[in-house]
C-alpha cells in the first residue's frame, strides 16, 4: 500500500505545532498502525530527520499508552480496540491519514504526539485506592461474599486502561468516563465501601481542578473506549457523589 500521511509535529511543549506531510509506501495490510509508523521512522532517520515521536509500550492493547488520534478518531477507525491493535487492513491502498494526539487542556502535548497524562494519576493519586489493615489479621479477600453480579461489574470497571480516549472523543474533554470506572470498581467491592465517601469527592475535586470538562451525555466516550467502559459507571459515580455530598 502507498499512503500519505498527515502527521502533527511538535518539537517541545512549548514550541508552536503544525501538520507535516509525508508519503509512505510498501506498507503491508498486515502491518500494525504503530509498525507502519516504525516502517515511516526508520526512513526519516535514514535521511537524518527527526523521527516521529509516540507513546507505545505493550502493543498488545494493555498498558494504554498509544494514544493517537487518527482521521478524528480517538485509536482510528475500528472499535473495541488500542490504536497497537488497529491493523493496516482497516485502510486502503492510496488513502490518506491524518494522525494527532490526544488532545485537551488536561492532555498538554510534550513533543510530537506524546501527550502528559500526569492529570490521570493524580486523579487516582486522590483516592484510587484502599486502605488494608496488615497488622497480621487481616481478612482473606476470598472469605467476603460478594454478589456475582457485583462482581462482574466491578470486574468490567476495572478494565479501564486509563488511555485517554474517552477524554479526546468528548468534545467537552471530561474524563468522567475514566474516573467514573476507577470510582466504580471500589465502590461495588466491600472493600472499597469504607472509604467510599471521601473517594468520590476527592477523585471529583480533583478531575475538575485538572481542568477537564463536564459530562453533557453525548456518549462520545463510551463508544470511543476500548475496553467498552459504559455510561453507567458514571451514572453510579454520579449517585455516590451526591451521597457523599448530603452525609
Ligand atoms: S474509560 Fe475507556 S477510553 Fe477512558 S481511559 Fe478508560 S479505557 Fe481509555
Ligand atoms: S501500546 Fe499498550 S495499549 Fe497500545
Redesign the pocket.
Known sequence: MKLTLKIWRQKNAKAKGSMQTYNISDVSPDMSFLEMLDVLNDSLIEKGEEPVEFDHDCREGIC?TCSLQINGE??GPDRGITTCQLHMRKFKDGDTIVIEPFRAAAFPVIKDLVVDRNS?DRIQQAGGYISVNTSGNTQDANSLPIPKEDADMAFYAA???????????CKNAS?M??T??KVSQMALLPQGKIEASERVLAMVDQMDKEGFGNCTNTGA??I??????SLE?IARMNREYLKASVK
Open positions: 494504554g480517538p485509536h490521570f478494565t479501564c486502561i486509563g488511555c485517554g480516549a474517552c477524554v479526546a472523543a474524563a468516563l475514566f467514573s470506572a466516550c463510551e470511543e473506549c476500548p475496553k467498552g467502559i459507571n
